[in-house]
């Protein structure tokens, strides 16, 4: 039963649900290097983890860029992808709220991702933010192993973080946010003898930014590369057992390049390579004796790595070696076109291996700035066969630049 709720909840969520059956159908037909033994081909061995909606991308820009965040232009959104850009900001004071509806395509109308963020100069060096993320998973009605009620329940996600970045040079900047996470699924519900009760953890980021100015053609350029470790915290669990789940802390590095190409066109390249930071299921069976460490015989092995441990593993654990720790790499890459600072086009995409999760697809956006207000929209165009949450779905953020109003009065 405890399988049964937890894949019901995982589905409600939709991050990596998508997926998860299809690793799991394989699993018994995989060999210890990840290695189907019927096909001969790589196995699907997605990397899950508890909290996902930690990796919604809630930014409607990046959204439309295929993505890409770490290394664009400061803005408020700056809090979910790189903090250290925030000391790079233009104006003194930002504010964002962005809407993100979730599985729309398959008729619910109630889950959705509202993401709220800002941040405040306190001198030409420091700038603080403030974000909060709120995760609506609607109605869920609960039954037991025979498929009897058991009553309905709205469950829900938050983060509230906290975020401080300092220019240590006129082009180099780090940044350091800390986090606490509420998760609420299943509270109340009994499973197995054991009651479900919320999950908490506490994570934080670490960035780093260096941003230059530079000319190409006799036009104005400004290079920008970043990188960060985000959601580097606690683990998470549900119930009073010592099954702690890993949060997804995850390592980016990602390149940007805005050209001017004349007094009132501007064009913009950036490209992200992001991956988790957790450990990467074995092959074969995870219960096995073949993969049993003497630990708790319910919890695979990899389950009981401490948050360090597990980081720290992740670049060389994969059962198929180096050729399967490439593909747990995603690659997102943007373009933006500027009219005259007030309208925008945006293009991406973004590529996940098919072993590791499937998701491709590219992504379409427009942009408009006016005075102190600013609107983001963003769409997502799949191309292959497998489902996307975001499927036909369309986005949008509202950005305040309060201190652009200021600099008119």
Known sequence: ??????????????????????????????????INQVTGQPCVNTIVTSVPFLRIIPDARSGAMGDVGI?????????????????FADQDLGLSAT??????????QDVYLAYLSGYRKIDDLQTVGLGLRYFSLGTIQFTDENGQPLGSDRPNE???????SRKLSDKFAAGLAMKY??????????????TITPGNAFAGDLSFTYRTP?????????????TSISNLGTKISYTQSANRDFIPTNLGIGAGLEYDIDDFNSINFAIDINRLLVPTPPGGDPFSEANAGGGDPDIPDYKEQSVMSGILSSFGDAPGGFGEEMRENTYSVGVEYWYDKQFAVRVG???????KGNRKFFTVGLGLKYNIF????????????QRNPLDNTLRFSLLFDFGAFEGER
């Open 374 to 385: 600013g609107l983001n929209f963003s769409y997502l165009v799949p191309t292959t066969n």
């Open 99 to 108: 809407y993100t509806p979730w599985l729309r395509a398959l008729g619910l």
């Open 349 to 355: 995409h973004f590529n996940e291996h098919r072993t």
């Open 158 to 164: 938050f983060e509230l973080s906290l975020a401080y």
């Open 214 to 226: 530079m000319e190409i053609g006799g036009r104005d350029s400004r290079l920008t590369i970043g």
């Open 71 to 87: 290394a664009i232009s400061p803005d408020a959104n700056a809090m979910h992808f790189n903090t250290s850009k925030l000391a």
């Open 181 to 194: 996470i509420y998760s609420r699924l299943a509270n109340g519900q009994t499973v197995e003898d054991e």
């Open 1 to 34: 039963m405890m399988k049964n709720l937890f894949m019901k909840m995982s589905l409600a969520v939709a991050f990596f649900a998508f997926i998860s059956t299809h690793s799991i159908a394989q699993l018994n037909l995989c060999d210890v290097n990840g």
